[in-house]
């Protein structure tokens, strides 16, 4: 992990959230292909995980709880997707009633934001760049 810590930038670590019409599996075979629900793991084998990569200092972990009503996801109608009861329900678009009175029906909750450690320093000074 030495390696990983000193040439990956953060990264982060995700549980697999589980989507009702994105990656549930269905009998339409087109969305049977997106099933990953054996993928999902507990959040007491998520905690072992972390626990076991803890010297890894790029993994920026994310628990289900911590991703499902942090991130604000627009959709190609510039609608917010409600994902606080396990699916993408979409609000009116953006285009039609505004950010502020779409907002109010994303889900989006800017305390676990805040909590998760979304708020973070989005760029760096000229000298301090890779490239």
Request: charged share 30%.
């Amino acid at each position: 992990s030495s390696g990983i810590n000193a040439e990956w930038p953060l990264r982060p670590g995700f549980q697999c959230l589980l989507i009702e019409g994105e990656n549930c599996g269905d009998i339409d075979p087109v969305k049977k292909m997106r099933d990953a629900t054996d993928q999902v793991v507990t959040r007491e084998q998520f905690q072992h995980f972390l626990n076991t990569h803890r010297n890894v200092k790029c993994l920026v972990p994310e628990s289900n709880e911590a991703m499902r009503n942090s991130y604000l996801i627009l959709d190609e109608y510039m609608r917010f997707l409600n994902n606080t009861k396990g699916r993408k329900d979409p609000t009116k678009s953006i285009l039609d009633i505004g950010v502020e009175g779409a907002m109010e029906g994303s889900g989006y909750d800017h305390k676990e934001f805040i909590k998760r450690g979304g708020k973070y320093e989005w760029s760096k000074k000229s000298s301090e760049l890779e490239w």
